[in-house]
């Protein structure tokens, strides 16, 4: 059975966006159940962000600590690397990446699966 998982970017280049998706549609598409959404969504688990929008006023009105976040932050000195939930941009090999989602997803999976249980 696939687990649907909800994704949404925000406030990043479409080139950055597209690279994305391609990875995750490629590493996890087999097990869960893709969904791109937006960030309004109220079945949003994983939110892909730009570092420079992290503090803009209606994104303080989601409850992020429900969420899985990962802040993207151009610097090239450490590209592709994740370091306290910021991915480094430019995705020169995309391993850290797909660890990190790999881990959310998985924790997303069991929380599921505990409340469904009960």
Same mark, same amino acid.
């Given at each position: 059975?696939?687990?649907?998982?909800?994704?949404?970017?925000? $406030?990043?280049?479409?080139?950055?966006?597209?690279?994305?998706?391609?990875?995750?549609?490629?590493?996890?598409?087999?097990?869960?159940?893709?969904? &791109?959404?937006?960030i309004?969504?109220?079945?949003?688990?994983?939110?892909?962000?730009?570092?420079d929008? /992290?503090? /803009?006023?209606?994104?303080?009105?989601?409850?992020?600590?429900?969420?899985? /976040?990962?802040?993207l932050?151009?610097?090239?000195?450490?590209? $592709?690397?994740?370091?306290d939930?910021?991915?480094?941009?430019?995705?020169?090999?995309?391993?850290?990446?797909?660890? &990190?989602?790999?881990?959310q997803?998985?924790?997303? /999976?069991?929380?599921i699966?505990?409340?469904?249980s009960?």
């Amino acid at each position: 059975m696939k687990h649907p998982i909800y994704i949404s970017f925000f $406030g990043l280049g479409l080139s950055v966006i597209r690279e994305l998706k391609n990875i995750i549609s490629q590493q996890f598409s087999f097990h869960h159940d893709i969904h &791109w959404t937006n960030i309004a969504d109220k079945k949003l688990q994983v939110l892909l962000i730009n570092d420079d929008y /992290v503090d /803009v006023s209606h994104l303080k009105t989601l409850d992020l600590s429900k969420l899985a /976040v990962l802040k993207l932050y151009k610097d090239d000195s450490r590209a $592709g690397q994740i370091l306290d939930d910021i991915l480094y941009l430019p995705l020169k090999a995309p391993d850290q990446f797909i660890t &990190w989602l790999n881990k959310q997803l998985d924790s997303t /999976v069991q929380s599921i699966s505990r409340c469904t249980s009960n």
